[in-house]
């Protein structure tokens, strides 16, 4: 009978010992989580991210709580993710910056790949070449002709160290058109002059772009996206014209400090996907001007990251571009 009680217990010791780790993990989340969205509150990266975060804070039945810290180019807030503790309890929501500011900016004291692990992408929103009604062009190749006839005449509106100059300069290099690049504060100011027709071409994210591109008050050239978007089907690619090589197509998504136990970044990782199913989430991200992706694992955006880091840094470093 003393045989058969310590086998019992030897039995039930090891039982528990094997589930503490998914005991572990199945208890996450036990306590808010914080998400930084290292850009200015009601922007479109913090729409986004409040989209996702509201839909898996009411599937987990646990507070989320989005956090935005603009500043420096976003590098105030991707600091902040950095600096805190990698216990899945801190999310960073990115954009375009995250892979462009460590070979942009000095202030960018870390490494989008060896600091920080990915948890999934929300969408993309594709770089659009778009014009004043006033310039006879229809085709991206009309622009590039007339660039090209005319150097330095074509008016290019960008905001310095922004994906709006990296696809002005992608452009270039790929075509040979010679713009005249014009410096703005930000895209509000370019979309205003590109309707008076004060200048003549920009790129623009899809989600700042659409609303005055449907409106009629300025036109659409092409988009970066891999096929036509679903919210411009009559635009094509730079694909199409013969520029597949110039084609930027940022994206948004989180990423938490390298780190956190793998068992974390896998369970959010698999929520966010579910999440990203769900019908009245994709709507709303379609709205906000997402083209919607494939479900990613934490490996894939890893690889996403790399791959960005890595042509961002080759066109900075070849356009010379410096904010700092």
């Known amino acids: 009978m003393r045989h058969l009680t310590t086998r019992f217990f030897a039995v039930l010791l090891t039982a528990v010992a094997i589930a503490s780790p998914a005991l572990s993990q199945s208890a ?27 839909a898996m804070a009411k599937r987990w039945s646990q507070s989320i709580v989005v956090e935005p810290r603009p500043g420096a180019s976003s590098n105030i807030g991707t600091l902040a993710a950095l600096r805190s503790e990698p216990d899945g309890y801190t999310w960073l929501m990115v954009g375009p910056s995250f892979a462009a500011n460590p070979s942009l900016s000095k202030d960018a004291a870390w490494n989008p790949m060896k600091d920080f692990v990915g948890l999934g992408v929300v969408g993309y929103s594709p770089m659009i070449i778009v014009a ?17 006839a005319k150097p330095k005449e074509i008016t290019a509106g960008t905001m310095n160290g922004s994906s709006s100059q990296f696809l002005l300069e992608a452009l270039k290099h790929a075509s040979g058109a010679d713009f005249l690049m014009v410096p703005y504060a930000g895209a509000p ?47 094509p690619t730079f694909a199409e014209a013969g520029y597949a090589e110039a084609a ?25 996907n579910e999440v990203l199913k769900l019908p009245e989430v994709r709507e709303q991200l379609v709205k906000l001007g997402a083209e919607l992706v494939r479900p990613m694992t934490s490996a894939d955006v890893d690889q996403l990251i790399k791959s960005d880091t890595e042509r961002y840094s080759t066109l900075i470093k070849r356009a010379n571009i410096k904010v700092n």
């Not at 004043?132 to 590039?144: C, M, S």
């Open 28 to 54: 996450y989340p036990s306590k808010p989580i914080r998400v930084i969205v290292p850009y200015p509150a009601g922007g479109v990266v913090d729409l986004f991210a409040r989209v996702v975060t509201n």
């Open 132 to 148: 004043t009604e006033k310039l006879p062009v229809k085709t991206l190749r009309d622009v590039v002709e007339l660039a090209k």
């Open 189 to 235: 100011p370019i979309v205003a002059d590109l309707i008076n027709g004060n200048v003549q071409i920009t790129g623009l994210p899809l989600t700042v772009a659409l609303a005055q591109i449907q409106s009629g008050r300025i036109k659409a050239i092409a988009s970066g996206s891999a096929s036509r978007s679903s919210l411009l089907p009559d635009v």
């Open 248 to 272: 930027l197509i940022p994206w948004y998504g989180f990423v938490a400090p390298r780190g956190t136990p793998a068992a974390i970044i896998h369970q959010i990782n698999n929520e966010m």
